[in-house]
C-alpha cells in the first residue's frame, strides 16, 4: 500500500506525466528526492516539465528488479535542469541522465551522475545535456566505479552546438569499459576545461583497461595508483588503451600538466607516486619519477610549526609579568596578564594564528638592601584556532584547527641599585592540536587528527635601566629564550605519521623608552629585535620524509604601553600595551596586565 501512495503523489506532482507506459523514471520536480522504495518495479513515469528542474536526487538499485530502465535526475522542457543528482548501485540500466533541458537556450549544469556497485549501463550516460544550439552544460561530472558501460558512450556535458565547460569522467577501480566510448564534451560542442580523472582504474577483471575511444578531454589527472606495489623511478605503466572504432582511438585530447602527483591508494593519504603522464599513440601511459610523501602532509607540519609558535608566544606574557612584578612594592603579589594576538609566521607558506594566552600566579616582592628581589610561579593557559596553507608542485594545500595548551612555571628577577637586572623564567606543559579540515584521500574523503605533547624552556635575560631627568629612562635588555617541544605520532587514515621533537632557540635585543605622565602613570615605547636559530618541524608519513617548515629568522617588534604604579596608595598595579610584529612574524598582539599586592 506504501509503494501505491507514494506512487500516486509522485504522479500528482509530475506535470504532463504518464505514469506506467514508458521506460522512464525521473525526479523532475525542483527540490525532489527519489530512493529505492520510490523507484520499484516497472513504475513509469515520462515527463514534461516546463520551467526549471533543479535539485533533485535519485538514488537507484533495481529494488530486486533487475530491470533495464532510463533514469534522469531532472529533466525540463525549457529553462535549466541544474544541481541534481543521480546514484545507481548494483543495477542494470539502459541510460543515465544527471540533468537533461530539452530548451535551445536551456541549462543543464552541476549536475552529477555516480555509477557503481557491479551496475550495467547499456546505453548513454550524460553528467548534464542540453539539447539546444545555444545551450550550456558546465560543471557536470560522471563517476563510474567497479562497474561496467557496454556498447555506450559517456559524456560529462554535452550540449547541442552549444558550450560545455569544466565537466568531468571519473573512472575507478574494476569498471568494464572495454565497449564505451568516452568524451568530456560532445563533438558538436565548444568548451574548455573538461578532464578525464583515473582512480586506480584496474579494468575489466582487474587486467583489461581499454575503452574504445577517448575524446575532448582537455586534460587528464592521475589521482590514484594501486596500493599492492612499490614503485620505483622508470616504471612505465599503461594506465588505459584505445582499441578504435572507425578509425577513432585518442582524439583531440591532451595531458594537461604532465608531471603529475598520484595519491598510492584510493583511501590512503600519506604516499604519492611522482611521475609524467602522456599520450601516446593509442594509449595513456605514467612513467614514475619516486614514491614520495605526499604533497598534502605539509598540511601537519604547518600546522605543527603554527602551534608551536603559539606556545612560544607564552614565553613574552611570562617575560613581560617579570617587568610589571619589578614596580610592585615589598609584599606579596598576586597577578593576572592576558594576551590576544593575531600572528602570520612565514614558514616557507604561512600559518596564520589567532589565540590567547594568559597566566595567573602569585608572587613575592623583597627588598634586599637598596636592591630589589621577586620570584614567582604562576599557571598559564593559551587556546586559539589557526590556518596554514601549502603551495607545493602546483597545488595548494589548506588546514583548519585548533590549539590548546596548559602549564605552569616559575620565574625570577633581581633588580640592582645601579639599573642592572637580570630575571630568568622556567616553563612546562602540555599542548593539544586539533586539526579539523585536514587531508583528503583520492575520493575526497577528509581526516581530521589530533596529537598532544609535552613542552618545556624558559629565558634568561638581561639589562640596564638608565635614569634620567623629569621622570625619563631607557631600559636596554637582551633575552635568550629556548623551547623544547616532544615529538609524537598519530595514525591518519590507516598510516602513520611521526612528528619530531622541535627546539627553538631565540634571542631578543631591545630598548624601551619610558617617561612619566604624571604621578601614577607612566608611558613606553619600545624597539625590538628577534632571531630565531632554529625552529625546524620536521617528520615522516609512512615512512617518507614530509614537507619541513622552519620559524627561523628575524622579527622586528614594536610596542607602545601605558603602567599605572599608585604605589603605598593603592594595592593595584596596572599595565597594557600593544605590539607589532614584522618579519618571520607578522601581526599584532594586545596585553592587559593586573598585580594586586597584599
Not at 240 to 248: E, H, P, R, Y
Amino acid at each position: 500500500m506504501q509503494k501505491y501512495l507514494r506512487r500516486k503523489i509522485l504522479c500528482s506532482i509530475l506535470a504532463a506525466s504518464i505514469c506506467g507506459s514508458t521506460s522512464f523514471v525521473l525526479a523532475a520536480n525542483s527540490g525532489g528526492e527519489m530512493t529505492k522504495a520510490d523507484i520499484y518495479g516497472e513504475q513509469d513515469a515520462y515527463v514534461g516539465n516546463n520551467g526549471t528542474s533543479s535539485n533533485n536526487e535519485v538514488y537507484f538499485d533495481d529494488n530486486g528488479g533487475n530491470k533495464y530502465i532510463y533514469v534522469v535526475g531532472g529533466y525540463a522542457a525549457s529553462g535549466e535542469a541544474s544541481s541534481n543528482s543521480v546514484t545507481v548501485s548494483g543495477a542494470n540500466v539502459k541510460s543515465v541522465r544527471g540533468g537533461y533541458v530539452a530548451d535551445s537556450s536551456g541549462a543543464a549544469n552541476n549536475n552529477s551522475v555516480v555509477v557503481s556497485g557491479g551496475s550495467t549501463v547499456i546505453g548513454i550516460v550524460y553528467g548534464g545535456y542540453a539539447d539546444g544550439s545555444s545551450g550550456a552544460a558546465d560543471n557536470n561530472r560522471v563517476v563510474i566505479i567497479d562497474s561496467t558501460v557496454s556498447n555506450a558512450v559517456v559524456y560529462g556535458g554535452s550540449s547541442f552546438k552549444g558550450t560545455a565547460n569544466n565537466n568531468s569522467v571519473t573512472i575507478a577501480g574494476s569498471s568494464d569499459l572495454t565497449t564505451a566510448f568516452l568524451y568530456g564534451r560532445g563533438d558538436d560542442t565548444t568548451g574548455t576545461g573538461n578532464k578525464l580523472v583515473l582512480i586506480d582504474f584496474k579494468g575489466k577483471d582487474g587486467t583489461d583497461t581499454s575503452v574504445k575511444s577517448l575524446n575532448n578531454f582537455d586534460s587528464i589527472e592521475v589521482k590514484a595508483l594501486g596500493d599492492d606495489k612499490e614503485y620505483t623511478a622508470g616504471d612505465k605503466l599503461t594506465l588505459l588503451t584505445a582499441t578504435g572504432d572507425s578509425g577513432k582511438y585518442i582524439n583531440n585530447c591532451e595531458v594537461g600538466e604532465s608531471t603529475q602527483y598520484a595519491l598510492f591508494g584510493t583511501d590512503r593519504v600519506a604516499v604519492e607516486v611522482k611521475g609524467n603522464a602522456a599520450i601516446e599513440g593509442e594509449k595513456v601511459t605514467f612513467t614514475v619519477e619516486g614514491m614520495q610523501a605526499s604533497r598534502q602532509s605539509a598540511i601537519t607540519t604547518e600546522a605543527r610549526a603554527g602551534v608551536t609558535a603559539f606556545v612560544n608566544q607564552g614565553a613574552e606574557v611570562v617575560a613581560d609579568n617579570l617587568n610589571m612584578l619589578s614596580q610592585s612594592q615589598e609584599g606579596i603579589n598576586t597577578f593576572a596578564t592576558v594576551s590576544g594576538n593575531n600572528s602570520k609566521y612565514d614558514t616557507g607558506s604561512y600559518a596564520d594564528i589567532n589565540g590567547w594566552n594568559s597566566i595567573v600566579g602569585i608572587a613575592s616582592t623583597k627588598e634586599i638592601g637598596s636592591d630589589k628581589l621577586n620570584y614567582g610561579a604562576f599557571f598559564e593557559n593559551g587556546s586559539g584556532n589557526y590556518n596554514t596553507y601549502n603551495e607545493i608542485g602546483g597545488a595548494g594545500f589548506r588546514g583548519d584547527g585548533n590549539v590548546l595548551y596548559n602549564g605552569g612555571g616559575v620565574m625570577v628577577r633581581l633588580d640592582k641599585e645601579n639599573g642592572f637586572y637580570t630575571e630568568a623564567a622556567v616553563r612546562a606543559g602540555s599542548v593539544k592540536n586539533e586539526l579539523n579540515r585536514g587531508l583528503a584521500d583520492a575520493w575526497g574523503n577528509n581526516y581530521g587528527y589530533e596529537t598532544e605533547n609535552a613542552y618545556y624552556g624558559g629565558h634568561i635575560g638581561i639589562g640596564k635601566i638608565f635614569k634620567l631627568e623629569n621622570g625619563k629612562a631607557w631600559d636596554v635588555y637582551g633575552k635568550y629564550f629556548h623551547m623544547h617541544h616532544e615529538g609524537d605520532s598519530v595514525e591518519i587514515a590507516g598510516e602513520i605519521f611521526e612528528f619530531d621533537s622541535v627546539d627553538s632557540n631565540k634571542l631578543r635585543i631591545g630598548a624601551r623608552f619610558s617617561e612619566q605622565q604624571g604621578e601614577k602613570l607612566t608611558s613606553y615605547y619600545g624597539l625590538a629585535w628577534d632571531y630565531e636559530f632554529s625552529g625546524d618541524v620536521s617528520g615522516t608519513a609512512a615512512g617518507y620524509d614530509m614537507h619541513t617548515p622552519s620559524l627561523d629568522g628575524s622579527t622586528v617588534i614594536g610596542e607602545i604601553g601605558f603602567r599605572y604604579t599608585p604605589g603605598k596608595e593603592s594595592p593595584w598595579y596596572f599595565d597594557a600595551n600593544v605590539k607589532g610584529y614584522v618579519g618571520i612574524q607578522e601581526g599584532l598582539s594586545g596585553n592587559v596586565q593586573a598585580v594586586y599586592s597584599f
